[in-house]
């Protein structure tokens, strides 16, 4: 199947075909219009603060957001706004290859190092989305010649991934403190010293001559115990909140985070994976990058001892290889916590 962005690139569609017409099963769900709803913004700076007073009050309202939204803003961070750039500049660059170059990373399987690719799997009805996509497994193993092709972008993932990875693992020990744990709680429940699983996602939306019957990404959920995401200037993310859509408008140089749903598994619930979906726009392109940062492929996850009690509230979940939740979700269609649904007790 050709790209979306070679279809959009031919100059021969008015409308889309048809096999890009999304039914949107939540249509009868309101978005919400702004500011009525604001997401919580977590300013970093205080959260890794030598003030014990601002890092106690910025660590209460991570674990407010995670609480109420499963979604947050994160500003004041660590990450140059020049690597930001350059990530997505060197995003635009490989998705602007010849469609012949692009296909050497044409990937089959789930846990091929590299795969380009379009759309997603199909829903019930064949049903595509609107979106050209990148999949990097980037850590623990990021063979960075692997991918040569722009040149120096391979360089520019690993130090945007190296950076990341720290903004990840600080989120996590503010989690973990904010549900009075040890700070290195969750890091110890990913086996970090064998190295977490990262997968990176990047994803182009091209502009679709009919945005209001297509769909980038479908409403679910990330696998995984957090995910970061940043993207262009350009919106089109939207989260369920309160049975509304809220649409994200980010501030420029931040970060969005959204818990995954092994973050839900671990926590028997408190903490709960947050719905979203990715709509397009007839205007121009979309450009997001999203990591999920979860435990080794291998690590069993299920809900930790500290959350159950088994008279008032018993294990929500089975345990499962993070691998096998992976596949599970990738062979299926995506539809809000279907996949979730299916290892719930």
């Not at 993207?231 to 909140?241: A, D, F, P």
Request: proline share 7%; with cysteine.
């Amino acid at each position: 199947m050709s790209s979306v962005k070679q279809l959009v690139e031919s100059g021969c569609i008015a409308s889309i075909p048809s096999k890009y017409v999304f039914t949107r099963s939540l249509d009868e769900t309101p978005t919400l219009p702004q500011p009525e709803a604001i997401i919580p913004v977590i300013d970093f700076s205080l959260l890794t603060s030598g003030n014990a007073e601002q890092r106690t009050k910025a660590i209460k309202d991570l674990g407010k957001a995670c609480r109420e939204w499963g979604f947050f803003m994160i500003i004041n961070h660590n990450v140059p706004e020049k690597l930001m750039k350059d990530m997505i500049s060197g995003s635009q660059s490989f998705f602007d290859l010849r469609e012949e170059e692009k296909q050497e990373y044409a990937g089959k399987a789930l846990f091929d190092p590299i795969r380009w690719g379009t759309s997603f799997n199909a829903t019930a009805d064949e049903t595509f989305f609107w979106r050209d996509y990148l999949k990097i497994h980037v850590h623990p193993h990021f063979n960075v010649n692997a991918l040569t092709k722009p040149a120096g972008f391979s360089e520019v993932i690993q130090e945007y991934c190296k950076q990341t990875r720290e903004l990840a693992g600080e989120l996590l020990r503010g989690i973990s403190k904010s549900l009075g744990l040890e700070e290195i709680y969750i890091e110890k429940k990913m086996n970090k010293e064998s190295g977490p699983h990262e997968l990176m996602a990047i994803n182009l939306y091209p502009p679709c001559p009919q945005p209001d019957v297509a769909m980038g990404l479908p409403p679910h959920t990330d696998h995984g115990f957090i995910t970061l995401l940043m993207q262009n200037e350009l919106c089109g993310l939207q989260v369920l909140y309160n049975g509304n859509w809220v649409s994200i408008n980010p501030f420029p140089n931040s970060f969005l985070v959204n818990i995954g749903d092994h973050m839900e598994i671990l926590t028997n619930g408190k903490h709960k994976s947050v719905v979203h979906r990715a709509l397009v726009n007839n205007k121009a392109t979309r450009i997001s990058i999203g990591t999920a940062h979860g435990p080794t492929l291998d690590t069993v996850v299920s809900p930790a001892p500290e959350f159950v009690d088994y008279k008032t509230h018993p294990p929500l979940y089975r345990g499962i290889k993070y691998r096998d939740y992976m596949q599970l979700q990738q062979s299926n269609q995506l539809n809000g916590k279907s996949c979730l649904d299916r290892i719930r007790i």
